[in-house]
């Protein structure tokens, strides 16, 4: 679809240009889709709330925003005006209707390319309840747009139901867009900072391949290719992209004791997570400590841009070497001074990390340092103002990486979910769940006795 009213023409800033480089590896557009859902107690005016996602679309310029080719370059700009004037309205006789109806939407590419940027779907569940499926693509909402937009569609919604005020204005994408154009000053400084990121990611020197089922695969590369001093395998494979996503919780007794454990000490869900992660990882690689991970920075730092559509996220290579001698105490701190470190940076263009990273390790295209894209989406139980609500991530069927670990403490439950999504010529589900328990086995070892060290933990479990 091209500006055919004399809209104003951008390029993709930097944090959608990451977006483009991952179709480089992919066939498959829905790869760099993010479908979502949002289930509400109560029963809602559909009616009413068709007229609140036409608002919405108003309020929210990402939603107006389009891209097309124009050559071998991608460009983009934004609608004054749209109205979607339908919207499917699907009843579900059963929970496993439920979620084969929406998987398959997840799965099928939007026409990004045709002016479908994103898809709605209101629906009812077979247990009375009532809820939103959103899919967009990743140029035009990154997760926590994907949150702005559910919690002002229901504000815009109960607006329209009081025939009270709207909301107080979003902010415009728009706006950042127009600001990252061609400007001299913010490319000297993000050069700069590409630098020193550069620099304490290479620390090391080249970094070990970690992943979820050992040594699996880099052992099978390295006997493929008669190699066996090989450390970085080749995962980028376009044609072996396909994913499967496996839910798994812990239960709301553990979740309660990690509750408990991150109040009285004052450290991050992230920062607890994502090291009993990188822990068991080490175990089972050979004791692999230095372990290298992606993982999605929002980049929001202003009220202005907390309150705005669109992609701002960007990945960071969050490269952390955990001795066996260190307790599991002062690993928690040592992760926070390293995302206090990463969000400093965290401007610093995907592309130029990753073209970074192929020069240094004089890596192929298809070869990689990490094998995990981590994620955690800090949900909040009053985001939609007290409304009891529950969130759904979908399975979109292909994906670039090895692995996708999204963590959140689910509203409806207070449960920790970790939902992986993975790619299956590298990793089977029985792999992922093996994986699920070690990493439980690890957290729950480390807030029991957080001044052992990692190596004891590592040895107990």
Request: charged fraction near 25%.
């Amino acid at each position: 679809m091209k500006p055919q009213n004399n809209e104003t023409v951008y390029k993709l800033i930097h944090s959608q240009e990451m977006v483009q480089y991952m179709w480089r590896y992919t066939l498959h557009m829905q790869a760099t889709q993010i479908p979502a859902s949002v289930v509400f107690d109560e029963l809602l005016d559909f009616s009413l709330l068709a007229r609140a996602v036409n608002v919405e679309i108003a309020r929210n310029d990402c939603l107006r925003l389009r891209i097309f080719r124009d050559g071998l370059k991608i460009k983009q700009f934004f609608l004054s005006d749209f109205r979607l004037d339908k919207i499917l309205l699907k009843e579900f006789a059963s929970k496993e209707e439920q979620e084969a109806f929406l998987d398959t939407d997840a799965s099928k590419a939007l026409k990004v390319f045709d002016g479908e940027t994103f898809r709605i779907i209101f629906f009812k569940t077979a247990d009375g309840k009532n809820g939103v499926f959103l899919n967009v693509s990743h140029m035009v909402m990154d997760f926590v747009a994907v949150f702005i937009f559910f919690r002002d569609l229901m504000a815009v919604y109960d607006s329209l139901k009081n025939a009270s005020p709207l909301p107080k204005p979003l902010g415009s994408y728009e706006d950042t867009v127009r600001k990252e154009q061609n400007d001299p000053a913010l490319e000297e400084r993000l050069a700069r900072e590409a630098a020193l990121l550069e620099d304490w990611v290479a620390r090391s020197g080249t970094p070990a391949f970690s992943m979820l089922n050992g040594t699996k695969t880099l052992d099978r590369q390295r006997k493929l290719m008669h190699n066996k001093n090989l450390r970085l395998p080749f995962v980028y494979m376009p044609l072996n992209d396909k994913t499967h996503l496996l839910k798994l919780h812990l239960n709301a007794e553990e979740s309660r004791r990690i509750d408990a454990f991150l109040s009285e000490n004052h450290f991050s869900p992230e920062w607890l997570l994502q090291l009993g992660l990188r822990t068991y990882l080490a175990k089972i690689n050979r004791q692999e400590n230095d372990v290298l991970f992606w993982v999605l920075c929002p980049r929001r730092k202003t009220v202005k841009e907390k309150r705005m559509g669109g992609t701002l996220a960007s990945p960071m290579p969050w490269r952390e070497t955990l001795p066996d001698s260190l307790t599991f105490r002062q690993a928690l701190k040592q992760m926070g001074e390293t995302q206090a470190f990463l969000f400093r940076h965290s401007d610093v263009p995907y592309t130029s990390i990753r073209q970074s990273e192929l020069k240094r390790f004089r890596l192929s295209l298809l070869q990689s340092a990490n094998s995990v894209m981590f994620s955690y989406l800090p949900l909040d139980e009053n985001t939609f103002g007290g409304r009891k609500y529950e969130f759904s991530g979908y399975n979109f069927g292909h994906y670039v990486m090895p692995l996708y670990v999204i963590t959140i403490r689910d509203p409806a439950t207070g449960c920790y979910v970790f939902s992986y999504i993975h790619r299956l010529w590298l990793t089977t589900d029985a792999e992922v769940r093996r994986f699920h328990d070690g990493v439980k086995r690890t957290l729950l070892a480390g807030i029991a006795a957080p001044d052992k060290t990692l190596g004891e933990i590592s040895e107990e479990i």
